[in-house]
C-alpha cells in the first residue's frame, strides 16, 4: 500500500539547470497537489489539479508548471531553477471532496537545493 | 486574507504528562475547516485531528483533543499521556470551505508550526 510517492527524495540543481519532480497516487484520487516548505514556515500550494488533463494555479505558481497526463501521476517541473526554490517539496493527493470527510494524503517530500 | 498563527515556537512536555499547543486564526468567513498536521523527523505530513467550524463540539482522536473556540478564532490542541512518538513538529491548518466559497480542496493555510520535544 504505497500511498503517495515521490521521486526524487533528493537533488541538487545549479542555477539555470531544470528538472522534473514525478509524484504518484495508487488511490485513485481526483485531486492532487504541489506544496513547498520553507525553513521555519507551513506548506504553500503551487500547484493543484482537479481531474486528469487538468491543472491550475495555487498561492504561489510563478516559476513552475505542472502536467496531469494520466490520472494517478502530477508532474512538478522547474524550466530555470533559482536558489529561491531551494525548498523541500510535497506532493498530496484526495479524492476532492468536502475537505472534512476527503483529508489529504501526503508523500514523504523531494528535499531540492540550487546553487 | 486568511492568516494563521502559532505564538509557540517550541514546546516541551514529560512523557506521560499533557501537553496544549496553541493556534489562533484570522478570517471573516463562517464555514471552514480546521486541522491540525504532525510532521515527524521522516518529513511526512501525517493528518492529525480535523474540525468543522458550524460544529461547536470538540474533536477527539483517542490521545489527542482540540478545544475549538470560534468567536475567539481560536483551535489548540490537546495531548494527553505524551508519547516518545510524539515528538515532531505540529502545524495548525485552516482551509475555507470552498463548496459554498468556491475555489478548490487544498488551498490550505498553515501555522508556521510548534516543535514538540517528549522527555523521557
Known amino acids: 500500500n504505497a500511498g503517495v510517492t515521490q521521486t526524487p527524495k533528493f537533488r541538487v540543481l545549479k542555477t539555470g539547470q531544470s528538472m522534473t519532480l514525478l509524484c504518484a497516487q495508487d488511490?485513485?484520487?481526483?485531486?492532487m497537489y504541489w506544496y513547498r516548505q520553507d525553513p521555519g514556515m507551513g506548506l504553500r500550494l503551487i500547484h493543484y489539479?482537479?481531474?486528469?488533463?487538468?491543472?491550475a494555479k495555487g498561492e504561489v505558481p510563478d516559476g513552475y508548471n505542472v502536467s496531469r497526463l494520466k490520472k494517478q501521476n502530477f508532474l512538478l517541473g522547474l524550466e530555470s531553477a533559482a536558489p529561491s526554490q531551494t525548498s523541500v517539496y510535497f506532493c498530496?493527493?484526495?479524492?476532492?471532496?468536502?475537505?472534512?470527510?476527503?483529508?489529504?494524503?501526503f508523500g514523504n517530500g523531494t528535499r531540492l537545493t540550487v546553487t | 486574507a486568511q492568516t494563521v498563527t502559532q505564538s509557540q515556537p517550541e514546546m516541551s512536555v514529560q512523557e506521560a504528562e499533557t501537553v496544549t499547543l496553541s493556534c489562533t486564526y484570522d478570517?471573516?468567513?463562517?464555514?471552514?475547516?480546521l486541522f491540525w498536521y504532525k510532521q515527524p523527523p521522516s518529513r511526512q505530513m501525517i493528518l492529525v485531528i480535523r474540525?468543522?467550524?458550524?460544529?461547536?463540539q470538540n474533536a477527539t482522536e483517542n490521545r489527542f483533543s482540540v478545544n475549538f473556540q470560534k468567536a475567539a478564532k481560536s483551535f489548540s490542541l490537546k495531548i494527553s499521556d505524551s508519547q516518545l512518538g510524539d515528538a515532531a513538529m505540529y502545524f495548525c491548518?485552516?482551509?475555507?470551505?470552498?463548496?459554498?466559497?468556491?475555489?478548490?480542496?487544498?488551498?490550505?493555510?498553515f501555522g508556521k508550526g510548534t516543535k514538540l520535544s517528549v522527555k523521557p
Open positions: 498530496a493527493s484526495s479524492r476532492g471532496e468536502v475537505p472534512y470527510n476527503s483529508p489529504l494524503h
Open positions: 488511490m485513485n484520487h481526483e485531486y
Open positions: 489539479s482537479v481531474g486528469e488533463g487538468t491543472t
Open positions: 478570517t471573516s468567513e463562517s464555514d471552514y475547516y
Open positions: 474540525q468543522e467550524a458550524y460544529k461547536q
Open positions: 491548518a485552516y482551509e475555507l470551505d470552498f463548496m459554498n466559497y468556491g475555489g478548490s480542496q487544498g488551498n490550505l493555510i
